[in-house]
């Protein structure tokens, strides 16, 4: 009930905006997965479709890593995708845009098996995200470790016991 | 089925099973670059065995960057310590330095450990650190760690003042090739090489080499085998380090090292003297991450020969020494994190410190085995809770003829067994997202050395008293208990830090050469090694560190370190030993730095005010040694450098600025150092 009520929130509550530095946070967090992503991934920038408010805002994260999203060796390709659309897969990271996080892009990320990043803790803690991020005014990673099993996501050793763990 | 033939398919099983495990899984062990790039800040292991930020780490600890010590100026190791908040280094010559922690230092000092890359680098005699021997250039320093107060649950014995961690870049993921030349002032003289070959991704290899020599200070009233060997000091060191990813969940490494120096330092007795060694080292290992952990396993073995010592005393027999000494270790531990709030690391450790010495009248070894355990809980997303224990048993092996008139056997040493347990438990509170408070106990052990147990300087040898070791000393325990508190102050790009501590040591170890007198005739006396009561030690320490997007940095900090002695040594006025512990270090400290960037140029000042001390020094004839007040200074070192090309840079430093002569122990004075340098990195 309680993520129906979440999903159908405006994007205004579940702000999911991305600063360049949160970005930079979020592919050098990603270099930590197990596996590592594989060349040329995809890295999914999903909102709600018929919400101007979010698609803007996944236009503009896009914008921000137009160039790829560097991970460690490899480079990941944003692409922004109707929420609706995730089923197809096809990505191994997705982060969510303002207004996208909930069920639907809990279940489209584990059926993809690829990870869900969002700057909002409040997703973590409810289980519809695997991981939040924060850069300012110090880099904070939480992830939740149910969520990420859930979606077959593992992490290097080391990197798990330096960030918190729901 | 047979008892036998069950244990041997259950080994077998286990063996499977976590062969099993490293072939499926899928990590590599600590990426610190990686790692610091994520979250902005250095990372470190030294404190927990387990990765941490800095500012997260149950115990106080301070982390150079190779920025840090570049923009120093430094030409050694303690060069950069000494602009460490809480850190006192006793120079007595280039090269000749001692390093001590919060209160405690003395020449030879053994109340610091000090490791490269996790392996402990400690002369066997008196568990003391030969700086200019360690070979690693300054620049293949990733980062120097510094945890201040007891870490011997980590790390066993010799910990009890902190721990220094040298930690240089990992060929595997960071290339790193530079080479660099400079000379100066006392006809000093120095160069190094590092370079780093890559495999593919999978292996790589970092060579290092480098050295120095020059013709330092004027030696005051000396004789003239030593004017002439204390004057010209040397040293050289070369280093191998490789890195091979099997897989990307294992890693191999292997280490090894060669060196060479010569240098004059105070001994433990206070006499100034020139010691002369050659050094190997090999070390070998592996790291995998598995599901049962990150299990890790690390050999390795520590050789010196000491090929000469020459004794400042005229007209005295000089001491034949020769001295092999080694250290052989293995090490294995599993680093776990069970859950989403719990980390664990289990230890086992052998080591084997021997040394065979005219001095020793034979073979002497101190065989350690030891096993520790590292609880991390997480108990709040604010608040951690770390506790370690350790235990050491020590069995003492000697093969030889004791000699002299100490009474010393081979049945006496060889029936030593020591058991010492090793506590450090913290909290660590992260109150805001700028305040974090610490709150720390340790239980450290100190561990006779091999000297303390078993030296056999028998009457008229050095001098007409005679010196021995005591193989029934006690380990001397060291509990300490400390608040800190750090604030973070974005609006400033800084940080602000603050600590309170206070300690008592039982059962100090007086050496050798301090220990109680013994009479056995009218010209026959020795001293021998005993443990000697209690010394306290309270102190607190402030400083703020930061830096502007302008290119500024600045730092400035003050330290206040008070010790006691209770120890009954020196006795009456009559100053026989080098331990005094109250008022041996300064007792007031401040640091101040500040440097600027700007396009190609770089320009850095420090200063170090210290308060007065007393220092010992051992008198040209036998007799009692002499206190010297050493008088409260100040110190400027600076540095500006210009970088001709991206690659190429020069810089110009200048260590005691202000001073062309300065007394800083009891030993000669301290000359001022102009040093000219150019490096290329590549």
New interface residues.
Partial sequence: MVAVMTWVLPSQVWGASFAATDLQ?VG??I??M??PPAPDAIIAIAYVAGNAASRQDADAIAALISGGLRA??TTLRPRVIDINGLEAGGFQVVIAAAGANGPRLNAAARAARALCVTTDIEAVRSGFCAMAITSE???QITVN?AVAAAAGI?F???????I??? | MTNLTQSRVWTWGLGLWMLSGIVQT??????YQ??E????EP?TTSVTG????AADAPANIEIITQDDIRRSGAISIPDVLAFVTGVDVRTSGLGAQDVGIRGYNQAANPHVMVLINGRQVYMVDYGRILWESLPVQLSEIRQIEVVKGPNSALYGFDAVGGVINIITYDPLKESVNVASLGGGTQDYLTGSVVGTAKIG?TAGLRLSAGGFKAHDFAPGPLNRTDTLTRQSPFAGNFNADGRWQIT?QIEVFLEGSYGTMRESRPTPASLFDTEQLHQWSLRGGVNA?TPI??LSLSVYRNQVSLDGLTITLPKLQPLAAYEQQSVTVIQASD???IG??H?VRVGLEYRDNAATASGFGGRLADIDYAASLMWDW?IA?AVTATNAVRIDHVEVSYSGTPTGVSGLTAAKFNAVRIDAPSLNSGVVWKAT??DTFRFTLARGVQLPTLAEQGAQINPGTTSPLGFYGNPNLLPSITWNAETDYDR?L?AINSVLRTALFVQRTDAVIATDFGGPLTIVSRTVAYRQAANVGYSTAAGFEIGIRGHSPSGWRWNLSYALAETTNHTGLNAGGVIVSAQLYAHSVPEHVMVAGIGYAYEKWEADLMARWQSSFLDVRAPRTPGPLQLVSIDNYVTFNGRVGYRVTDNVTVALVAQQLTAPRLITTAGAPQERRLIASVTARF
């Avoid at chain 1, 290097?156 to 330096?162: I, K």
């Avoid at chain 2, 899928?26 to 990426?31: E, L, M, R």
């Avoid at chain 2, 790039?37 to 902005?40: H, I, R, T, V």
């Avoid at chain 2, 387990?50 to 930020?53: E, M, N, S």
Wanted: glycine share 6%; charged share 25%.
């Fill in positions: 946070v050098r967090a270099a930590f197990l596996p460690g060796r005014p110090r880099v470790h593992e290097v050793a080391a990197f798990r016991m330096m918190q763990e729901l | 899928h990590a590599q062990s600590v990426d990686a790692l790039q994520l979250f902005g990372v387990k990765p941490q930020r991704e990307p991450d952990g990150i680093l776990l994190k989403t709030d980390t997480q997303p997202d700028v973070s974005p």
